[in-house]
């Protein structure tokens, strides 16, 4: 049985730093595209960064462009979201998915997803 969990998510303060990450059982990672993606209140699911199979590309959304890095460790089958420079508006529910070949890899087109993680910026 495929599963993703995500930690990492916790209350910060406006300009923070937090790193999530998103381990993965049931399968190896090292076939996927991992993908990170969010969902605030009231708001749709959306696109937030893409990892290649072997990390040799990353996509990332305009909103996060600069501020998060997504990588990857195949050898410990696990995804991870650095965040600096935390702002309120990045206040959501942080998903990971996985997918053999998903296209975009901005859409929602993931094959499998985990619960999510609660992240929580203060102004």
């Known amino acids: 049985q495929v599963q993703l969990v995500e930690s990492g998510g916790r209350l910060v303060q406006t300009g923070d730093s937090l790193r999530l990450s998103c381990a993965v059982s049931g399968y190896a990672i090292s076939s996927y595209v991992m993908g990170w993606f969010r969902q605030a209140p009231g708001k749709e699911r959306e696109f937030v960064a893409a990892i290649s199979y072997g990390a040799f590309l990353t996509e990332y959304s305009d909103s996060v462009k600069g501020r998060f890095?997504?990588?990857?460790?195949?050898?410990?089958?696990?995804?991870y979201l650095q965040m600096n420079t935390l702002k309120p508006e990045d206040t959501a529910i942080y998903?990971?998915?996985?997918?053999?070949?998903?296209?975009?890899?901005?859409?929602?087109?993931?094959?499998?997803?985990?619960?999510?993680?609660?992240?929580?910026?203060?102004?």
């Not at 890095?69 to 995804?79: I, P």
């Not at 859409?107 to 910026?121: A, D, F, I, P």
């Open 69 to 79: 890095t997504v990588s990857r460790s195949n050898a410990e089958n696990t995804a």
């Open 95 to 123: 998903y990971c998915a996985a997918d053999v070949s998903p296209r975009p890899y901005t859409s929602l087109e993931y094959k499998h997803w985990g619960q999510g993680t609660q992240v929580t910026v203060s102004s």
